[in-house]
């Protein structure tokens, strides 16, 4: 692959995958553009002016989709939705669904380094490209195509906000029972799309371990698994 240069046919079903006919296609070029490839091709700019705006662009609209279409969730719960989408592995999980990879532009060590499955490099790019989408057509456009890939994104992850957050009541327990604050030891293993993390937790003499998808499902599991382990506090151990 010539990483000097755009791959038409994959900026092509990446427009697709945003639902978006550039005006300037210049600007999905250049949200292409790693700061790898800006080094080796002394280009004047990489892509990371467009991921600050398409960051900007994309807190904007998923806190306004959390507002407008989830008005029964409190403030917590709307900040949990919003950061359960809003991280570089969800970032990166859509990055993947619109194809994005094979239209980065990488350098050549960045590419034989497998820098088109970087989580980093995938949520970055993935957010220049909402940049790229906001300078080509406005904010109107921008707000529909974005809320198009993220709603969907939002409604799979609210079951896992509604549920308990094992973590906190697992720390809340600990210190009613005297016990240190829980510690976490997270490994993981896999390549970078389909990663499987492990995490143990110790609190006192109790240890757990769970494992997940990511590093808070691992962590929530082994904080369940840990609570089954601790006794229940009575009701004047506070």
Same mark, same amino acid.
């Given at each position: ?22 005006? /300037? ?11 790898? @490839? ?21 807190? @904007?609209?998923?806190? /306004? ?36 990879? !094979? ?78 604050? !829980? ?51 009575? !009701? /004047?151990?506070?």
């Amino acid at each position: 692959m010539d990483v000097s240069h755009p791959d038409p046919d994959a900026l092509a079903r990446l427009a697709t995958g945003f639902d978006h006919v550039f005006a /300037d296609p210049s600007l999905l070029i250049r949200a292409m553009q790693h700061r790898s @490839w800006q080094a080796e091709n002394d280009a004047p700019e990489s892509n990371e002016r467009l991921e600050f705006l398409g960051d900007a662009v994309l807190g @904007w609209v998923v806190a /306004d989709i959390a507002y407008t279409s989830f008005a029964d969730l409190p403030e917590g719960r709307l900040t949990d939705l919003r950061k359960s989408v809003v991280n570089a592995n969800a970032l990166a999980a859509l990055a993947r669904e619109v194809d994005l990879g !094979p239209a980065l532009m990488l350098g050549r060590g960045e590419d034989a380094a497998g820098g088109r499955e970087k989580t980093s490099i995938l949520s970055d790019a993935f957010e220049a490209v909402i940049g790229a989408v906001y300078l080509d057509a406005g904010p109107t456009v921008a707000y529909e195509k974005v809320k198009r890939l993220m709603l969907p994104a939002m409604r799979r992850a609210l079951p896992d906000i509604d549920s308990l957050d094992a973590k906190t009541v697992l720390q809340e327990r600990a210190s009613r029972l005297g016990s240190p604050a !829980p510690r976490y030891d997270v490994t993981s293993e896999g390549p970078d799309h389909a990663k499987t993390f492990t995490a143990r937790v110790l609190v006192g003499s109790v240890s757990a371990e769970g494992t997940g998808p990511s590093k808070k499902n691992a962590e929530q599991q082994a904080a369940q698994r840990a609570l089954a382990l601790l006794p229940v506090p009575s !009701p /004047d151990q506070n």
